[in-house]
């Protein structure tokens, strides 16, 4: 079983044990406090990856809703609130870009997201080919060295496997949370049946239940998130942390003439997803997408901002996870905030029509 973190903007505990989550007021010293211990957050991700570097850092400055337009959820049926976008484990962050990337672009798109209102990072290093366990990123995150970052709000499990009792699991997540190294704990890519087996057990034995799920959710894959996951979430609480958005990049309008020598699907860890564009599926989602622009243009926005609105427009979702290779592409994809309001219900059922995709829910049958 692999694990990751998710860390969010929070007050960290001190030596004086202080409450970690008492309220920010507004005051200057309680202000500059909070500011400071989000940019500890935001630095120590950096630092966990080698990414950081005190030299030339951009300062960070206070970000609010009002000033960014960001949105924020309240993570499942939980108390922790966490931005609508948050900055994911496909982006420069991750162990392969960084060899690939210089290393000041992962300090941006860091700063970016952070000067945008983003509180809430995924440091999941799952996709790193093996190359890096998630573990050590955990470990690195938990000894903080003098930024003193010492836990982190959700830990995230990956599906188990079949040979991992579920009661070894759960004990092993209310163990983490117990011993202070997280506040929550949370499933990444489990069934609907796996997660209330977790709950079940956890009820049974007195320990403690996942909040959300970390699940894959854009145009083109929606069973889960609105179908499974309300269902989960009105009987035990249990909310949606989302990626993906841009389905591996097949929704950035870049595969629309096939496979660009410059794009992830021409790398050859990647066939699995040049095969899926270029099948015959992909070309309808392709053409499907075409049809899409002039509802973007309508919008006055991209067909990416359209499509991580449609995400947000979802109330069940708590915070969509963006997965961002340069500074341009991750502000483009912040522009999605901008394009949310404009995600009526005419909108959403024109977008629906051509997708032809909407997935039934048992009220659906119902009604």
């Given at each position: 079983m692999?694990?990751?973190?998710?860390?969010?903007?929070?007050?960290?505990?001190?030596?004086?044990?202080d409450?970690?989550?008492?309220?920010?007021?507004?005051?200057?010293?309680?202000?500059?406090?909070?500011?400071?211990?989000?940019?500890?957050?935001?630095?120590?991700?950096?630092?966990?990856?080698?990414?950081?570097?005190?030299q030339?850092?951009?300062?960070?400055?206070?970000?609010?809703a009002?000033?960014?337009?960001?949105?924020?959820r309240?993570?499942?049926?939980?108390?922790?609130?966490?931005?609508?976008?948050?900055?994911?484990?496909?982006?420069?962050?991750?162990?392969?870009?960084?060899?690939n990337?210089?290393l000041?672009?992962?300090?941006?798109?860091?700063?970016?997201?952070?000067?945008?209102?983003?509180?809430?990072?995924?440091t999941?290093?799952?996709?790193?080919?093996?190359?890096?366990?998630?573990?050590?990123?955990t470990?690195?995150?938990?000894?903080?060295?003098?930024?003193?970052?010492?836990?982190?709000?959700?830990?995230?499990?990956?599906?188990?496997?079949n040979?991992?009792?579920?009661?070894?699991?759960?004990?092993?997540?209310?163990?983490?949370?117990?011993?202070?190294?997280a506040?929550?704990?949370?499933?990444?890519?489990?069934?609907?049946?796996?997660i209330?087996?977790?709950?079940?057990?956890?009820r049974?034995?007195?320990?403690?239940?996942?909040?959300?799920?970390?699940?894959?959710?854009?145009?083109?894959?929606?069973?889960k998130?609105?179908?499974?996951?309300?269902?989960?979430?009105?009987?035990?609480?249990?909310?949606?942390?989302?990626?993906?958005?841009?389905?591996?990049?097949?929704i950035?309008?870049?595969?629309?003439?096939?496979v660009?020598?410059?794009?992830?699907?021409?790398l050859?860890?990647?066939?699995?997803?040049?095969?899926?564009?270029?099948?015959?599926?992909?070309?309808?989602?392709?053409?499907?997408?075409?049809?899409?622009?002039?509802?973007?243009?309508?919008?006055?926005?991209?067909l990416?901002?359209?499509?991580v609105?449609w995400?947000?427009?979802?109330?069940?979702?708590?915070s969509?996870?963006?997965?961002?290779?340069?500074?341009?592409?991750?502000?483009?994809?912040?522009?999605?905030i901008?394009?949310?309001?404009?995600?009526?219900?005419?909108?959403?059922n024109?977008?629906?029509?051509?997708?032809?995709?909407?997935p039934?829910?048992?009220?659906?049958?119902?009604?």
């Amino acid at each position: 079983m692999q694990v990751s973190i998710a860390c969010t903007e929070h007050n960290l505990k001190g030596r004086n044990g202080d409450d970690r989550h008492s309220k920010q007021n507004s005051s200057g010293g309680n202000v500059v406090n909070a500011a400071r211990a989000r940019f500890r957050t935001v630095a120590i991700i950096a630092r966990s990856l080698g990414t950081f570097t005190p030299q030339h850092h951009i300062s960070l400055k206070e970000s609010t809703a009002k000033q960014t337009g960001m949105k924020y959820r309240n993570l499942g049926k939980s108390g922790l609130r966490v931005s609508c976008l948050g900055l994911g484990k496909s982006t420069s962050i991750t162990f392969t870009n960084i060899l690939n990337l210089c290393l000041f672009v992962a300090e941006q798109l860091m700063t970016i997201a952070y000067e945008n209102g983003v509180n809430l990072f995924d440091t999941a290093e799952v996709y790193a080919a093996g190359k890096r366990s998630s573990l050590v990123i955990t470990t690195k995150l938990y000894w903080g060295g003098k930024l003193q970052l010492e836990y982190v709000d959700v830990v995230f499990a990956n599906r188990p496997d079949n040979n991992t009792p579920m009661e070894e699991i759960v004990r092993a997540m209310s163990y983490v949370i117990n011993q202070g190294m997280a506040m929550y704990w949370g499933t990444s890519r489990w069934s609907a049946m796996e997660i209330m087996e977790a709950y079940s057990v956890a009820r049974q034995f007195n320990m403690i239940p996942p909040v959300c799920e970390q699940a894959e959710y854009h145009l083109f894959q929606r069973e889960k998130v609105e179908v499974q996951l309300p269902e989960l979430y009105h009987k035990i609480g249990v909310g949606a942390m989302t990626w993906s958005p841009l389905a591996c990049g097949i929704i950035s309008g870049k595969y629309e003439n096939g496979v660009p020598e410059s794009a992830r699907a021409s790398l050859k860890c990647y066939q699995w997803l040049k095969d899926k564009i270029l099948s015959e599926d992909g070309r309808k989602q392709q053409s499907k997408l075409k049809d899409l622009l002039p509802i973007a243009e309508r919008l006055s926005c991209t067909l990416p901002q359209l499509a991580v609105a449609w995400c947000l427009r979802n109330e069940g979702v708590s915070s969509v996870l963006l997965g961002s290779s340069n500074p341009e592409q991750l502000v483009e994809n912040l522009g999605a905030i901008q394009v949310l309001p404009k995600m009526t219900s005419h909108i959403v059922n024109e977008i629906d029509n051509i997708l032809g995709n909407k997935p039934f829910s048992k009220k659906d049958y119902r009604s």
